[in-house]
């Protein structure tokens, strides 16, 4: 089933819909935190910066990008045939899908319990940022029409984007004024910061970023290996399997 043209159609229909909502929410959170600093008289430039400083919404962003591509591509180029998509699509399929789920699991594993400033979070955005969209995301890699069957080396591609992340976040966080408190300092997630008790200095931060990174490079293999099952070519029962060289009746 899961190969036919009907299920691509409608697989691809969801894909351009879970994009969608996941654009709303991003704008619906965006609205609500830059709203909050202007009646706050919070600096509004710098909170739009640290906004788009969290990974959360980074994968996000990336989702929808990489989603409204998928479903340009396929009703462009890829509905014509039953050719698997794109190899570079397909790494940016993977790279997505692994930092949705790494999002999904951090967060309701590490962050959910703390408290928020009241009116700071819009409670389904939050929903949809850290549940829907990675369990869509992780359906996808499952579900999705077309998936390429990658190399291992892909895993590398996927761990590119989060390194960069991570280096301008430690980089950035201690030169940032944070609007909300004054502190000297602003990173986007307590792990992160030396100066929480959650890390209890940069020892603890390393151990953190390291402990990511190595479930981030799990991850990323896993949904590799699962795509490079399902973008394995097979054969329909229907079709004859051609005898052995060999067994051919020679002239």
């Known amino acids: 089933m899961l190969r036919t043209p009907a299920w691509a159609n409608t697989w691809t229909v969801l894909r351009a819909v879970a994009a969608a909502l996941i654009t709303a929410a991003i704008i619906a959170q965006a609205d609500a935190t830059i709203g909050g600093a202007i009646s706050g008289g919070r600096d509004v430039g710098t909170t739009i910066a640290n906004f788009f400083s969290f990974f959360t919404i980074l994968s996000n962003v990336l989702s929808v990008i990489v989603l409204a591509w998928a479903v340009a591509w396929f009703w462009s180029r890829g509905r014509a045939k039953s050719s698997p998509e794109p190899r570079v699509l397909g790494i940016a399929l993977a790279s997505v899908t692994t930092y949705m789920v790494i999002t999904g699991i ?59 992340w991570v280096i301008y976040t430690m980089v950035r966080g201690p030169l940032v004024t944070n609007p909300g408190t004054g502190a000297p300092y602003w990173y986007p997630y307590p792990f992160l910061d030396p100066h929480s008790a959650t890390t209890g200095g940069y020892l603890g931060v390393v151990a953190y970023i390291v402990g990511i990174a190595v479930g ?36």
């Not at 319990?113 to 499952?142: K, R, Y």
């Not at 293999?221 to 229907?238: E, M, T």
Request: aromatic share 6%; glycine share 12%.
């Open 216 to 251: 981030i490079a799990v991850v990323a293999g896993v949904v590799i290996a699962v795509g490079r099952v399902r973008g394995k070519p097979h054969r329909d029962a229907r079709t004859p399997v051609p005898a052995p060289a060999e067994s051919q009746p020679r002239a």
């Open 106 to 164: 951090v967060y309701n594993t590490l962050l959910r319990g703390i408290p928020l400033p009241q009116g700071s979070t819009v409670p389904w955005s939050n929903e949809v940022l850290h549940v829907v969209g990675p369990l869509f995301l992780l359906a996808d890699l499952f579900l999705g029409p077309r998936r390429r069957c990658l190399g291992w080396g892909a895993i590398g591609a996927v761990l590119g984007f989060p390194l960069v």
